[in-house]
């Protein structure tokens, strides 16, 4: 038997032994991420070592911002001022009204003995950057898991809902827009009343209204507020205005685009809104009942 | 000393592992700054062209191991799906440390023209492990931060290998 001489050089395996082992380890956190969900200490660790990166790669559109704020004239200033002394007095009117109206409907929710509307507590975050990514709309905030932010928290500012939080690390959390297209919110049609589910497309200042009849009451200029029957944002936030509503009798549905009211790309800083809500608890599930055969198709 | 590429007769002294993760650290960096809208669809993967330059200049001191550790860096700080990253990277770092002899032996201009289809596998390892988890295809112009990548490369080509220059001795005269 013939024995090839030693190497000259050690060099480990090949290139493409290495290969195929780093794909496999890819393909096995890819699966381990994507369908069950396994990889989020991991996730966690490694976030706290890139944290500085994002903190720092952060800092130039941070310190741009802050000269551009200290330049600010003082006729500009002035301006804004008076324009929120204004829209102060035009908001305490109606603000005083609705210390009355609210008084009211406490009142009117005892009679009816219905449950009591909940205000959500509010935390102010602010954007970082938005999530690199072609195929999502996300952004990262500086408040995480540290200032008690937790996954599935609405996200607004002051125009209306921004999205959710969908992953949240030691110091800063990940917040999916509405625009992006695995995301949904519940609404209901400030006017009709109807209620509908309003999807993200994917790419930025279009929502669909998703599933609904032909003969749907919606015209556009619509409001769209949150109705609240998911769970996870608090009813009656602003969330969008109907663009146009296209009603075609070859579909099952009506094409409906809404646009967003908050400032979904432009946003610097938001509210991270948390909010419970006493939700019965789940009747209990029926026993299990023995697997039939199932019947062959056709 | 006039700045332009290496030529193929010139001996470099061997590239600082200290300056090879300042450049790394560096691309990361690119890649974290707030890129948004249409800069960051055109915007080249810094990380990748320069891992891809050492993958071939140094393949024996930046390889897979390297490429799958930044690929999953890469994962956390753009919040995508774990490993997306990682696995694009490996892929480079073969390409690269396989066809390393190859690329050395063109001029820089055919080099750039090398380094376009490796820099696309990147891209198109990603779109497809991202279509396959239910994403949409973000039109023609996800392509093009290839394009800008590889224009990065003679640039690269021409800066990277300065540390690495022999130091000119007293003796010779100055052309």
């Known amino acids: ?298 | 000393m006039a700045l332009r590429p290496p030529q193929s007769h010139e001996i470099l002294r061997p590239a600082r592992p200290g300056f090879i993760a300042l450049t790394l650290a560096a691309a990361l960096f690119a890649n974290l700054l707030p890129w948004t809208g249409a800069a960051l669809l055109i915007k080249p993967d810094f990380l990748a062209v320069i891992l891809l330059y050492w993958c071939v200049r140094e393949p024996r001191k930046i390889g897979f191991a390297v490429a799958w550790l930044l690929g999953l860096t890469m994962d956390i700080g753009n919040a995508t799906l774990f490993g997306q990253h990682a696995l694009a990277y490996t892929l480079l770092a073969y390409a690269g440390v396989t066809l390393h002899r190859r690329v050395e032996r063109f001029t820089i201009a055919q080099q750039t023209l090398q380094v376009v289809p490796m820099l696309l596998l990147v891209q198109v390892a990603t779109l497809l492990v991202r279509m396959a988890a239910g994403a949409d295809f973000p039109g023609l112009l996800y392509f093009s931060g290839s394009l800008t990548g590889a224009a990065l490369w003679p640039l690269l080509s021409t800066l990277l290998p300065l540390p690495q220059r022999p130091k000119a001795s007293p003796d010779q005269l100055a052309i």
């Open chain 1, 1 to 298: 038997m013939e024995h090839s001489p030693p190497p000259f050089f050690k060099t480990g395996p090949t290139p493409l032994a290495r290969l195929l082992i780093f794909s496999a380890l890819s393909f096995m956190l890819l699966a381990a991420d994507a369908r069950f969900g396994y990889l989020a200490p991991l996730r966690q660790f490694v976030s706290i070592v890139v944290y500085p990166f994002q903190r720092i790669a952060a800092a130039p559109a941070d310190i741009l911002r802050r000269i551009g704020e200290f330049f600010v004239t003082h006729s500009s200033l002035r301006e804004e001022n008076a324009r929120l002394l204004q829209e102060m007095l035009a908001n305490s009117a109606s603000l005083l009204q609705l210390k009355a109206l609210q008084a009211e409907n406490r009142h009117l929710r005892e009679l009816l003995a219905a449950r009591s509307r909940i205000t959500p507590e509010a935390r102010p975050a602010e954007v970082l950057y938005a999530a690199r990514d072609p195929f999502s709309r996300k952004v990262i905030i500086d408040q995480g898991a540290r200032n008690e932010v937790k996954a599935g928290q609405a996200v607004a500012d002051a125009r209306g809902v921004v999205g959710q939080v969908t992953r949240v690390y030691p110091w800063l959390a990940e917040v999916t827009l509405l625009t992006d297209k695995g995301h949904a919110v519940p609404v209901q049609n400030l006017r009709s009343g109807l209620r509908g589910v309003l999807f993200g497309v994917g790419h930025d200042g279009t929502l669909e209204l998703r599933f609904m009849p032909l003969s749907a009451d919606v015209q556009p200029g619509d409001q769209l507020v949150t109705s609240g029957i998911d769970g996870t944002y608090p009813p009656g936030l602003p969330v969008a205005e109907v663009t146009t509503v296209e009603r075609d009798a070859a579909l099952m549905f009506a094409r409906i685009h809404a646009r967003p009211l908050s400032g979904v790309a432009s946003h610097t800083h938001v509210l991270v809104l948390s909010w419970q809500r006493d939700v019965p608890e789940l009747p209990a599930e029926p026993a299990p009942q023995p697997k039939r055969r199932k019947g062959k198709k056709g």
